[in-house]
RNA sequence: UGGGGCGUCGCCAAGCGGCAAGGCACUGGGUUUUGAUCUCAGCAUUCGAAGGUUCGAAUCCUUCCGCCCCAGCCA
């Protein structure tokens, strides 16, 4: 491997727009996020933003976003301000204003009147039933439409009455003249507009009839100049009818699409329809809980965008429809946070130490450094008496297995603070450990025992007496299974039903106390948290653990 | 099944006739007041299968096998 560069991962689309600059055939690369606000975006979104924006920004192009409203039926303005914002935080800035496809609507009529008076376009009668069997099957074509003679004056009368509400939904559509004997079957005369007697949240009361993809998707593009039109596989059919409409039509200009493989995570669903399903069903607490892959989820959860980003620009596009595996995400969460987060120590699941040679009222103002490379400065930890170590910190029995833990009469070095050696241990009835009794080593601030002792582990700890509680979500996946939409049984039966567990009455160090909304934390030997962005105030403290620190020894 | 797309390490993925990059994961060593980070090393005689062409094939040719997508008045 190169030491000046990694290899970074190929993209074939960009390899073509390169060429396309390079043999002048586009004088700027014009490409479009172009999201359907039907749902919140997710991870699989995230990657196709970096792709877009990505490749405009590099190349010295731009993008733009596009709102494909073509179904008020589905659609929503909660969706479209929840899309901008989350297409923003990514770290993205769309060309001019945000576009909708509904904003192009009179012209697309104007290009329906085009093809009905170039004998292309007819309105056709028949109910979806029979239009299904008319449509015929892969092995056997379909029969052409008993209203696909109708003469041009009638489509023309005909179609006028569907636009202005004199037919019921369902009733007819406009469909294109193609080929009923087409083995695409996006060929066998597609519709291009269907009845839709709803207000649209753009356009209001103005449409009855609304455009199908098909019919407005390539024709956005051309409006906007878009060079290269980037979308997923499942589209790679519908192509030959996108340049049917780009070629039949008096378009401004002539936009390509290329296709490349949606990604998916392993143990998660990206699928604004599955994921509406945990929504609506309760499963989760919202688009933004933070067990989603959604952006808001992740957000939430204290994935910072670069992370994503980096993790996105970690996979190549190309035309394989694979399963990533969620460690890769991973990897990048950890990768941006261990470089950027501040450190704190928070502790999770108390177990109070009791010093016995340290004086009741005495404090000291420890510091320590908030990072251990970014010069992020220090912070102040006040060390007490009585303080509080993790449970799983302290074992009663010593053995090799847990030299790195607190056993009786073994000395543990309390992260950033002294050594101290524990000397007896208390419990309660049932049985469990409710206190260390233990002894500082004197003068062990920054330096080892002088007796050479030395302690063979670290542990982290907070002051009892001047240590803030606060509440800690911890999550684990959403599902179970690698695969929870593959098979045959519902994916809802794979939800992890333990992916959220609420930890009450942890320790933070005081500063902790006072993060701001989404800062986020390394809470040593533990993970990485993030001041939940609405729960937490410096009064009650909410923290949502990210992802864990890598951990590679067997727990007991 | 007709059409479209894809099959290279557990996962992602280079390679495009000259003798298998890289990342994640994993394994082992070193450093460490985070069992983290960092660091060093290991990790496909083999490219879905079988034939063929060639001095030489993951790369070319045949056939076969497997997986995904379309058959909504969804996008």
Known sequence: MSNTEKAKPVNFIRA????????????KIITRFPPEPNGYLH???????????????????????????????????EYVDAIKEDVQWLGFQWAGDVRYASSYFDTFYEWALHLIKAGKAYVCHLSPEQAKEY?????????????????????LALFEQMRAGEFAEGECVLRANIDMSSPNMNMRDPILYRIRKQSHHQTGDKWCIYPSYDFAHGQEDAIEGVTHSICTLEFADHRPLYEWFIENLPVPSKPRQYEFGRLN????????????????????????????????GMRRRGYSPAAIRNFCDSLAVAKTDGVVDMAQLEFFIRDDLNKTAPRGMAVL???????????????EMLTAPKHPDLDLGERLLPFTREIYIDQDDFKEEYSKKF???????????????????????????AGEVV???????????????ADEINPKGVVHWVSASHGKQATIRLYDRLFTVPTPDKGEEDFLSHV????????????????????????????????YFVADRYDHSPEQPVFNMTIGLRDTWSND
């Open 16 to 27: 073509i727009a390169e060429q396309d600059l390079a043999e002048g055939r586009v004088a």
């Open 43 to 77: 991870i699989g979104h995230a990657k196709s933003i970096c792709v877009n924006f990505g490749m405009a920004e590099e190349m010295g192009g731009e993008c733009n976003l596009r709102f494909d409203d073509t179904n008020p039926s589905k659609e929503e303005q």
């Open 135 to 155: 449509r015929g099957w892969a092995t056997e074509p379909g029969k052409p439409s008993p209203y696909r003679e109708r003469s041009v004056d009638e489509n």
């Open 265 to 296: 995570i392993n143990y998660t669903v990206t699928s604004k329809r599955k994921l509406k399903q945990l929504v609506d069903e309760g499963i989760v607490q919202g688009w933004n809980d933070p067990r989603m892959p959604t952006v808001a």
């Open 349 to 363: 699941k108390p177990l109070k130490v009791v010093i016995s040679n340290y004086p009741e009222d005495q404090v």
């Open 403 to 429: 030299k790195k833990k607190l056993t009786p009469g073994k000395r543990i070095r309390l992260r950033n603070a002294y050594v101290i050696e524990a000397d007896s241990y208390d419990k309660n009835e």
């Open 435 to 449: 206190q260390i009794n233990a002894s500082l080593i004197p003068d062990t601030l920054g330096k080892n025992p």
């Open 496 to 527: 992890n039903p333990n992916s959220l567990t609420i930890v009450e009455g942890c320790w933070i160090e005081p500063d902790l106390a006072n993060a701001a909304n989404e800062q986020g934390f390394q809470f040593e030997r533990e993970g």
